[in-house]
Structure formats: C-alpha cells, structure tokens
C-alpha cells in the first residue's frame, strides 16, 4: 500500500464570483509523478499557487506528510517540503549559476569587521551548488553567467533552485513549453532522476505525449472540479482529453469522490 505524502481535502478558491476551484480533494502518493490536467482556466495555476503557498484556499485544507498545512508564504510552504518551479522561471540572468541556485537564501560567513557584517561564502555557494548540479547530473559550471545558457540550461538551473532545500514534493508548472523538443528531453530526464531520489512531482504540462511518458497518475480538473485520478496505464490520449472536457472514465476507479485514499 502506497504511502500518501499530499493529501487535499475539499480545496476551493473563489475570486469574486469566480470559482476557480471547487471542492477538490485527491491523494498524491509519495514517489509518484503526478500529471496535474485540464484545460486553459481548469483551475491548475490556482491549485498550485495554494499548494506552492502563494495564496489562500477559500475553503478546505491539505495535509503535507499528514500535517495540516497552514503556509503563509512560499517559504513556509519550503519549510514544510514543497518546492516549486515556475513557468516564468524568474532566473537572475546577469548573475551567476550558483548565484541563482541560492538567490535570497546565500550561505553567509562572518567578514572582517565581524558578525554584524556578514559576507556570501562564495566557496560554500560553489561547493554547494556543485553538489546539487551532479545529483541531478547536470554539466553546468556554476560560475557560468545564467545569461549565457540555453533556454533548456535556465529551466535546469530553476529545478536545481528548486531541489537546493531537499524538498520532498517538486511542483512544476509546464517546465518544458519554452524549451526545444531536444531540451524538454532533458528536463524529463530530470524528472525521472528526481523521482530516483525518493521525490514526488506534481506536473502541470499541455504536453500529452509527454505526460504519458514521464507520469505514474494523472489528476484531471474541468472548470475547477476534480474529474478524477487514474493511472496513466489506463488512459490514453483520447479519454484523457474526454476527462479535461468534464467526463468520467468508464469504470470503477474514476470519480472524483473515490479518487482520494
Ligand atoms: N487572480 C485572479 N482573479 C480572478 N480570476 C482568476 C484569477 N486567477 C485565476 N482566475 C480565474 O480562475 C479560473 C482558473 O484559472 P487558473 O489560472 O487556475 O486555470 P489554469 O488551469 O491554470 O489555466 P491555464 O492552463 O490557462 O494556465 C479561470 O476562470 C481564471 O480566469
């Protein structure tokens, strides 16, 4: 029996008169890659911002490791293991690799004039930062200009940003839509590599032949609610589209209110 490391219970999200999500509750099992679906205005970014600890839900809760999650920001929501890498990925281009991998959380070492003025450890940021490029087995050097890389190089500086606070659950809002066919190979690497290293990924991608090949489950929204969850093994690219336009699977294990565990 899989272990649930997320768990959403009844999540909503109004914005006015606008229910951008609704009653949604599912289970994310630890380890899995998770394919977060729907069509343009389905309610992932709103779901993910609540997650990622950017905004409020309206109503319902989540439990992260089965503590109830009440973030108040992105960093409480890092505190409590959730990362998350953005579509805009916000990458400092005229700083350096391992500058962006630590952006705002720099490893600080006493200066000369003593504690009250603290310097970066720029040796600690490169060991660092190097560690964490080889754990994903990344070739970047990390004193490279952000600037100078590729589109595909800046999305994997973002993900090692992301994993530098060893989060248990990755969150990635369509981490390959900019990138070549050849690039968002390598990110999907990435992920699987991520997965290797005991992660759980939520995945928001457009991209259906990608999520069939890098996802374990897929939880698909329609107009904010929960069409259901269901393996990828059992779907294929025309039901899945089926669910994104608001219908069920045929079967047992496909409504929402049996998705969750
Ligand atoms: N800040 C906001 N104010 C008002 N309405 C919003 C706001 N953010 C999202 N919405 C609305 O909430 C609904 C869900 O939007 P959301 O961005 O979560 O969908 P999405 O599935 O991420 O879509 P996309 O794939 O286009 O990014 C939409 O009707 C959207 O217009």
């Given at each position: 029996m899989e272990s649930t490391v997320l768990e959403l219970d009844g999540l909503s999200k109004a914005y006015g008169a606008i229910q951008a999500l609704d009653d949604v509750s599912f289970a994310v099992r630890e380890n899995e890659v998770l394919a977060l679906m729907g069509d343009n205005g389905?309610?992932?970014?709103?779901?993910?911002?609540?997650?990622?600890?950017?905004?409020?839900?309206?109503?319902?809760?989540?439990?992260?490791?089965?503590?109830?999650?009440?973030?108040?920001?992105?960093?409480?929501?890092?505190?409590?293991?959730?990362?998350?890498?953005?579509?805009?990925?916000?990458?400092?281009?005229?700083?350096?690799?391992?500058?962006?991998?630590?952006?705002g959380k720099e490893p600080l070492v006493e200066g000369k004039l003593g504690e009250w003025l603290r310097i970066v450890d720029d040796d600690e940021m490169e060991r660092q930062a190097d560690k964490v490029l080889n754990e994903l087995g990344m070739e970047i050097d990390p004193n490279a200009d952000c600037g100078d890389l590729s589109g595909g190089q800046q999305q994997s500086v973002a993900i090692a940003r992301a994993i530098e606070s060893d989060p248990d659950i990755v969150i990635m809002d369509e981490p390959t839509s900019a990138l070549s066919v050849e690039a968002a190979d390598r990110i999907l690497n990435l992920i699987e590599r991520l997965k290797e290293q005991g992660r759980t990924v939520l995945l928001v991608d457009h991209n259906l032949e990608e999520v069939f090949e890098v996802a374990d489950r897929a939880a698909v929204l329609a107009s904010g609610r929960l069409v259901g969850v269901e393996d990828i093994d059992r779907l294929d690219q025309e039901s899945m589209i089926q669910m994104m336009m608001g219908s069920e699977l045929d079967g047992d294990a496909s409504v929402a209110g049996t998705a969750a565990e």
């Amino acid at each position: 029996m899989e272990s649930t490391v997320l768990e959403l219970d009844g999540l909503s999200k109004a914005y006015g008169a606008i229910q951008a999500l609704d009653d949604v509750s599912f289970a994310v099992r630890e380890n899995e890659v998770l394919a977060l679906m729907g069509d343009n205005g389905a309610g992932k970014s709103t779901l993910i911002k609540i997650l990622s600890g950017v905004n409020d839900p309206t109503r319902g809760m989540f439990y992260v490791n089965g503590q109830e999650a009440n973030f108040g920001s992105y960093e409480d929501a890092e505190a409590a293991g959730i990362a998350t890498v953005y579509q805009d990925l916000a990458i400092a281009p005229n700083r350096t690799v391992k500058e962006n991998v630590f952006l705002g959380k720099e490893p600080l070492v006493e200066g000369k004039l003593g504690e009250w003025l603290r310097i970066v450890d720029d040796d600690e940021m490169e060991r660092q930062a190097d560690k964490v490029l080889n754990e994903l087995g990344m070739e970047i050097d990390p004193n490279a200009d952000c600037g100078d890389l590729s589109g595909g190089q800046q999305q994997s500086v973002a993900i090692a940003r992301a994993i530098e606070s060893d989060p248990d659950i990755v969150i990635m809002d369509e981490p390959t839509s900019a990138l070549s066919v050849e690039a968002a190979d390598r990110i999907l690497n990435l992920i699987e590599r991520l997965k290797e290293q005991g992660r759980t990924v939520l995945l928001v991608d457009h991209n259906l032949e990608e999520v069939f090949e890098v996802a374990d489950r897929a939880a698909v929204l329609a107009s904010g609610r929960l069409v259901g969850v269901e393996d990828i093994d059992r779907l294929d690219q025309e039901s899945m589209i089926q669910m994104m336009m608001g219908s069920e699977l045929d079967g047992d294990a496909s409504v929402a209110g049996t998705a969750a565990e």
